[in-house]
């Protein structure tokens, strides 16, 4: 007779619900993409203004047959006001498997979303994919809103045992499609991330010969630092 033993052991109440949260991260973040193109065609203003549509994406108009009832009334964003399925199991998200890495942008922002919960975590997966596959994945176009998030854990974890990884990253991104228009979309905090990051880098370029970092002229940084729009 098969014991029940190996069956005990595993928790399939915790593991529905970091597939539940799983499903409805990848949603959300479709949802959310989904809103920054609409506002990038309906030319808005201000970055203010995109965000407030995006921040308001899961939110679906009233039809017809929708009736308003008389209950109390609940916070318009429910969303900003409440933890989410991802909060709750945050810390019980299953391990990524480092040596399998992503095909496409989709995959990409399913595991940054569902692994990377920390800058730490993030420029740790960036290192570790490389700025040729990131190239790859994102050659058709970089989803709205991740550029920023990848400036700033670059600058915020960068280390000058990484200058080439760094570097190569950025150069890579820099020659996918719609590029410009995702920079111009970064916020001010974004744009300082993006500034200070390639301070570092120069800082460890001109402290560096040319022997020590082979790919890595002055000339080429500056070159890459004027298609970042950062002054060199």
């Not at 994406?57 to 989410?84: F, G, Q, R, V």
Request: glycine share 4%; with cysteine; net charge negative.
């Amino acid at each position: 007779m098969v014991s029940g033993k190996d069956d005990e052991r595993i928790d399939f109440s915790k593991l529905e619900k970091e597939l539940e949260a799983a499903v409805e991260a990848d949603a959300k973040y479709w949802r959310e993409n989904d809103a920054k193109i609409r506002a990038v065609t309906q030319k808005v203003e201000s970055y203010e203004e995109f965000k407030d549509i995006v921040a308001a994406a899961h939110i679906k108009p009233l039809e017809k047959k929708d009736k308003i009832s008389e209950k109390k009334p609940t916070p318009w964003n429910p969303h900003a006001t409440k933890k989410t399925g991802t909060d709750v199991t945050s810390d019980t998200t299953l391990q990524q498997d480092k040596t399998v890495l992503p095909k496409n942008g989709h995959e990409f922002a399913r595991d940054w979303k569902r692994y990377c919960k920390t800058n730490e975590q993030k420029y740790e997966y960036l290192i570790n994919i490389g700025g040729e596959h990131l190239g790859q994945i994102f050659k058709t176009e970089i989803a709205f809103g991740l550029l920023g998030e990848i400036l700033a854990a670059l600058q915020n974890c960068f280390t000058s045992d990484h200058v080439e990884n760094v570097f190569l990253i950025l150069e890579n991104l820099s020659k996918t499609k719609r590029f410009s228009l995702s920079l111009d979309f970064l916020s001010s905090a974004e744009k300082e991330s993006c500034t200070e990051v390639f301070r570092k880098l120069k800082t460890c370029v001109d402290e560096k010969s040319g022997d020590e970092i082979p790919c890595i002229s002055t000339d080429a940084l500056e070159t890459l630092m004027t298609v970042f729009k950062v002054t060199p």
